[in-house]
């Protein structure tokens, strides 16, 4: 107990966002409460609008404030191609990293038995759907390149193959501006398999 | 543009909390909204509470709830030691890290002339009437070892002499664990200067 009980309340509800622990939280609430209170009103009002409007799009899975998202609903994108991504977070990575214009569709995680995560639980009914109706000519398998990742991509991979739709992945390799030195064995050796041919322009 | 409208306005918004940059902002609105929603509304209420309750002592300035905070109206607390700091969260960290029990005073900053900050903005004509009444024994200056807190604690210190109160200070020297090597030259000349006798009991 300090000076001031909601002072101390704030403290404590602010230790349920990631990363900030009892001392950042202190910080944080003297910040919001001293030189931020406008700023705080309009976050307090943000979460809870965003509680209150955030549900799942019926078509991508993804997070949405409508019955179909704003990606799903954009006729700019090209809905031939289709993204499966694990989690919203790869979204947004996507759409601010890539030029990728096609539609996404969002496992929200990756199969795991021992979880109980399956087919079910990942939405691939909705998928298996999508690819039956023949818009996609292209399904873009981009869950992570991890074990789970890449068991899951392997059950991608047969739905595609059972609605005779062609499967891509994202490549693997040397990641831009990496050391060889510090690569991990699997990705050095993979991309000494596959290499590639290098020609210098003149 | 996102997904989701009220998605990217929490991004938005999430950024007013110090040290929370765009790509934070990001993992903790998904965070909030995909795994911890109860918190995340349980935190805009601890917001809106407190900014509405949060006022300033009338006795030491610091944060409250009421007129008087939990410090100055706890009758347990020494009320002839008063300690005078620059802000709330030096009374957090005093009061999480020493066994102080007297009162404080918060001057919600340092004197600052340029600035504008003088002995009326710090509430200097509240702590002259505070220690004319007599009930103060001991003004212990806790104001920040930099040259602005150094320059406080002078000011603060003829006011005491004025009313012929004790001044103390936090003693100077070598912070525990720190290695002399690191330490900056002020620090190091006063601790050698101030050395004190060392005896070890047998």
Known sequence: ?????????????????????????????????????????????AIDCAIENVRRCAQCRNLSDSEICLICSNSKRNREHLCV???PADVLAIEQNTDYQGLYFVLMGHIAPLDGVGAQELG??????????????????????TLEGEATAYFLGELAQKHAVAATRPANGVPMGGELSYLDR?????????????SVNN
Not at 129 to 144: P, V
Not at 186 to 198: D, E, G, K, V
Request: some cysteine; glycine content about 4%; aromatic content about 6%.
């Open 124 to 145: 691939l009914d909705i998928l298996d759907k999508r690819l039956a109706s023949g818009e996609i000519t292209e399904l873009l398998i981009a869950t992570n390149s």
């Open 186 to 198: 699997n990705t050095l050796s993979f991309a000494f398999r596959s290499r590639q041919n290098f």
């Open 85 to 87: 991504v694990e989690n």
């Open 1 to 45: 107990m300090s000076f001031s009980q909601s002072f101390d309340e704030l403290v404590s509800a602010l230790t349920c966002l990631p990363g900030v622990g009892a001392k950042s939280a202190q910080r944080i609430a003297l910040e919001l409460l001293l030189k931020r209170q406008e700023q705080a009103k309009i976050l307090a009002r």
